[in-house]
């Protein structure tokens, strides 16, 4: 016992416990990332291009990587820089074009408008933001742990709202088929989401 | 087609349904036998459950992903970058 967890411990003390592989970086991790930075820049272009970055950064800096973290975490990190240094180029920028708009520029009449007295009661709080952006990740954690052929499909169907029959064109699987693999990824989704969105 | 007359469901054909009904491809007769089997099968109910409350959650605006066009781009892109480096 005693021999078989040394031989264990100087196994783990030599492998790294994460290996990198580029090859399956888009399929992987596109949609994590992409929901995560379109929380954050709320905008689509814009997101797509900080997406890039990333998986360039990423596979310029591959020998970096220690295989400490999984993957998606060290690509996470990297994108969180990239997010920053895009804060901090449009903030350089600002003041340049800026448009300041008010509805009264006289301090006696000002609040005579009701625009300017009503609360915006529609207003999403920062909390609400937050969750819902946990939300997404949450879901995309759970799609990762899914069989690749589920996920595929589950993705598709739910979250691309294609139709049923587009999908099993395009995968060469049949109708009855297509809902097996459904139900089986609803399922498994159901009991990943169920600790606590349910 | 005795089978899709009959009024009862096993709960195979009943979770089918509830999965059609997800992305509104069920028929209003399936969905009343759907129901009549809901009446008496507690498993299926919580399925049936879980299952629209999964699909609240995925139907919120908050679940992005890449649109598939640009994905296949990025694909692309980095596909070359991949072939640079090697």
């Known amino acids: 016992m005693i021999i078989l967890s040394y031989f264990y411990s100087s196994k783990l003390a030599l492998m790294p ?21 379109i929380t954050r ?19 310029k800096s591959m020998k970096n990587f220690k295989g400490e973290a999984s993957e998606r975490t060290w690509l ?13 180029k449009i903030n350089s920028n600002k003041g340049k074009a800026e448009v300041r708009i008010s509805y009264n520029t006289d301090s006696e009449t000002e609040g005579d408008w009701l625009e300017e007295r009503v609360a915006d009661q529609f207003d999403r709080t920062a909390e609400d933001n937050l969750e819902n952006e946990e939300l997404g990740l949450a879901i995309h954690n759970c799609i990762e742990k ?20 587009a999908i099993c064109n395009e995968l060469n699987i049949t109708p009855s088929n297509l809902w097996v693999i459904l139900h089986r990824a609803r399922t498994a989704m159901a009991e990943c989401l169920k600790h606590n969105w349910f | ?16 349904t509830c999965d059609k009904t997800q992305y509104r491809e069920a028929s209003v007769w399936e969905k009343i036998k759907l129901n ?24 919120g605006k908050e679940v992005k ?12 892109a980095f596909e070359r970058k991949l072939q640079d480096h090697e």
Request: with cysteine.
């Open chain 1, 41 to 59: 820049v709320s905008d689509r272009e814009i997101a797509q291009d900080l997406v890039q970055d990333t998986f360039f950064a990423g596979l």
């Open chain 2, 36 to 59: 009549i089997h809901l009446l008496y099968c507690r498993a299926c109910r919580e399925y049936t459950k879980n299952n629209t409350r999964l699909t609240k959650l995925m139907n």
């Open chain 2, 65 to 76: 992903v890449m649109p598939t066009p640009e994905k296949e781009n990025l694909q692309k």
């Open chain 2, 1 to 16: 087609m005795k089978d899709s007359n009959k009024i009862f469901f096993n709960c195979n054909e009943a979770n089918h």
């Open chain 1, 76 to 88: 996470v990190s990297i994108l969180k820089r990239k997010i920053i240094d895009h804060y901090r």
């Open chain 1, 17 to 37: 416990e994460h290996i990198i592989d580029p090859n399956k970086w888009i399929d992987s991790y596109s949609d994590y990332l992409y929901n995560y930075t």
């Open chain 1, 146 to 165: 899914l069989p690749e052929k589920q996920a595929t499909v589950f993705k598709l169907k739910t979250l691309l709202g294609h139709e049923t029959e």
